[in-house]
């Protein structure tokens, strides 16, 4: 089993910035990627950004040159640099650890963007 811990979310105004993070522990043996995921009131699960173990990143259309993701120097830690957010980035974000064949999910964190 992996464990998934987030933090950094909250509230922020429109054009502020705030900066997830998420670490995982446990039976951590093969991390193909990392990445966060976000579902907002009344919507689906959607990908945010995901980086792989090479560092490759991709990212919805909706965050490209907003938002960046990174991993620690442990490597089994990612974060998510939220820069001029807009109010449709409300949304609850979830951390992603793609372990084939199991993908683990953190409890999600609480992100409220105000105009």
């Known amino acids: 089993q992996v464990q998934l811990v987030e933090s950094g979310g909250g509230l922020v105004q429109a054009g502020g910035s705030l900066r997830l993070s998420c670490a995982a522990s446990g039976s951590i043996v093969s991390i193909r990627a990392m990445g966060w995921y976000r579902q907002p009131p009344g919507k689906q699960r959607e990908l945010v950004a995901r980086?792989?173990?090479?560092?490759?990143?991709n990212y919805a259309d909706s965050v490209k040159g907003r938002f960046t993701i990174s991993r620690g120097n442990a490597r089994n830690t990612v974060y998510l640099q939220m820069n001029s957010m807009k109010p449709e980035d409300t949304a609850v974000y979830y951390c992603?650890?793609?372990?084939?064949?199991?993908?683990?999910w953190g409890q999600g964190t609480q992100v409220t963007v105000s105009s």
């Open positions: 980086i792989t173990s090479a560092g490759s990143a």
């Open positions: 992603n650890v793609d372990q084939f064949p199991i993908n683990y």
